[in-house]
């Protein structure tokens, strides 16, 4: 506790100049280069750092299970910002989000997003950004890449899982990727939503049997749904810390 301001103000200084340095060099590098091959080796440095300098270690099961060559659509549950460096530090292909339309318009780093494919989202959005959405969606999976979609929505606040949406499993079964149910837990007290402070710690995060969908219709997306949570709900329980 006594650490956690001294190890805030210099986890937002390292991670706001790497972000800085790495978005510059990216955004310059894919103008010029858009089939290069740094972009991975770019954003797990990027992610490692982070977690290097706000104290988190992670734990990882089921590496195994995963093909580094194939693309996936990671969802699972969602409990802190950290989240997010946890998967594309230590996961062993490359992954892009879903990310809120604010974030995009932060300098650098909303130039960088684009320029490595992240989707951006509007939650006040109509059809017309939908289709926008889906398109970003389709240049991801034309570059081989993998997705992590978080059907909560939004990080849980009190670390309890929150309602699954339909959304990851439509984009799953349209694009015919297989989706890989994913339990995180410890992140919360890492970072926890809202708090400024970031305390460091444990992060266990684990992967589970990837789920074919290639035979899936959109009338089993209620099934998909319901079957990914509770993989994930029942190893949650089974590992959290309360």
């Known amino acids: 506790m006594a650490l ?12 706001g100049m790497a972000t800085l340095l790495l978005g510059s060099y990216l955004i310059v590098l894919l103008r010029f280069h858009p089939r290069t091959r740094q972009v991975t080796p770019i954003m797990r440095f990027w992610a490692r750092l982070f977690l290097l300098v706000t104290g988190t270690r992670v734990e990882i099961e089921g590496l195994e299970k ?24 230590r996961l062993p292909v490359s992954v892009r989000f879903l990310a809120k339309a604010e974030l995009f318009r932060v300098p650098v780093l909303g130039g960088a997003m684009r320029a490595i494919h992240m989707v951006e989202t509007d939650r006040e959005a109509g059809p017309m950004a939908h289709r ?17 979609i978080y059907p909560e929505g939004t990080r849980s606040k009190d670390a309890e899982m929150m309602p699954f949406k339909k959304g990851a499993f439509r984009i799953a079964i349209d694009n015919a990727m297989p989706m890989v149910p994913v339990t995180i837990s410890g992140s919360e007290r890492v970072w926890k939503p809202a708090e400024k402070l970031i305390f460091g710690g444990s992060v266990r995060l684990v992967i589970h049997d990837p789920i074919p969908t290639a035979d899936l219709a959109i009338a089993d997306i209620p099934a998909l749904r319901d079957r990914l949570r509770s993989v994930v709900e029942k190893t949650y329980e089974e590992i959290r810390v309360r």
């Open 4 to 15: 956690s301001p001294i190890r805030t103000i210099l986890a937002v200084l390292a991670v």
């Open 132 to 148: 926008e959405i889906n398109q970003q969606i389709g240049r991801v999976v034309a570059e081989g890449l993998s997705l992590v």
């Open 66 to 89: 995963l093909d580094p060559a194939a693309s996936y659509i990671f969802s699972g549950n969602h409990i802190s910002n950290i989240d997010i460096p946890v998967m594309i530090g």
